[in-house]
């Protein structure tokens, strides 16, 4: 398996843009996590989904955030309007059932907002 | 809630040291341990896991121990290489729950 696969692998933009981040799971996986690493707050759950369905979406910071899976093949973390602040590295991890708990985590986009 | 305690601070040693990570837990149940490893530009990836009191996980010459009393699993290797240079993070779960709680994660630099 190819594994998780996210895109782009790098993003700039300016202040105020649409920016939209994209993972593709590992197949049969069930859960999907989105995740925000950045210096100062480390790594932090922003919304998790188990089959296509979004689970928790407590760590999603403001409105300006919104996370989608249309199927269990893809999922999109959208922020618009971007703001400098939204700079950091977003990973995308999946993993089977609850039994393993294990994540495998994508390679991860890092985004800087200008 | 539930939560993991990494020491602070990055780690700096020389090949062929011997290398402890502290991680210790708060919980209400009866969680499952792990400890993940990120390399330089990528993302993480697991590194060894437990699932109950006295487990011990190792991989690659890591090990680490779940040891209930002191809700710790601290990480140690007996050699490091150049190639351990990576940021580790512990991690807890509990059953029937999908999420993982990080800790904030330590840099650690082997030189040479």
């Known amino acids: 398996d190819a594994g998780v696969i996210q895109s782009p692998r790098h993003e700039v933009t300016e202040m105020g843009q649409e920016v939209t981040l994209r993972c593709k799971p590992i197949?049969?996986?069930?859960?999907l996590f989105w995740y925000r690493q950045t210096m100062m707050r480390g790594l932090e759950l922003l919304i998790y989904?188990?089959?296509?369905?979004?689970?928790?979406d407590s760590g999603m910071p403001e409105d300006r955030f919104s996370a989608k899976m249309p199927n269990a093949s893809f999922s999109t973390l959208k922020i618009q309007p971007s703001e400098p602040r939204d700079s950091a590295v977003y990973f995308c991890a999946s993993s089977l059932g609850l039994a393993k708990n294990i994540q495998y985590f994508g390679a991860g986009t890092r985004l800087s907002v200008l | 809630g539930d939560s993991v305690t990494q020491m602070e601070g990055p780690v700096t040693l020389s090949e062929e040291a011997f290398l402890t990570i502290n991680c210790t837990y708060t919980a209400t149940g009866y969680p499952s341990l792990f400890w993940y490893v990120q390399y330089p530009g990528e993302g993480l990836q697991l590194l060894l896991k437990?699932?109950?009191?006295?487990d011990k996980g190792s991989n690659k010459g890591f090990e680490a121990t779940y040891r209930k009393e002191t809700t710790s699993f601290h990480l140690e290797k007996g050699s490091v290489q150049v190639s351990d240079s990576a940021v580790y993070f512990c991690a807890l779960s509990l059953y029937g729950n999908n999420r993982l709680a990080f800790g904030k994660g330590n840099q650690v630099v082997v030189i040479p």
């Open positions: 989904f188990n089959n296509n369905v979004p689970i928790d």
């Open positions: 197949s049969g996986h069930d859960y």
């Open positions: 437990a699932t109950k009191a006295d």
